[in-house]
């Protein structure tokens, strides 16, 4: 789990991250995501993530995705 104070959240500039491609660390699994959202929770970064092949979103930590370059 990863916390963040608001300086390390304003610097990252969460909000560019809305729209990119991902991959999301579930144990063993690497599913493709889009981020469709963020949000700040009491120090936690989340990421609203759709999969790139299949249905549903989830909120997920944002040390979990891995942003491609």
């Given amino acids: ?7 390390d959240i304003s610097e990252m500039k969460p909000e560019g991250l809305k729209g990119e491609i991902g991959i999301l660390n579930l144990e063993s699994l690497e599913v493709g995501v889009k981020i469709s959202d963020v949000r700040v929770r009491f120090g936690h970064l989340d990421l609203l993530v759709k999969p790139l092949n299949g249905m549903g979103e989830q909120w997920v930590e944002r040390h979990r995705v891995t942003v491609k370059a």
């Fill in 1 to 7: 789990m990863q916390t963040y104070n608001k300086s």
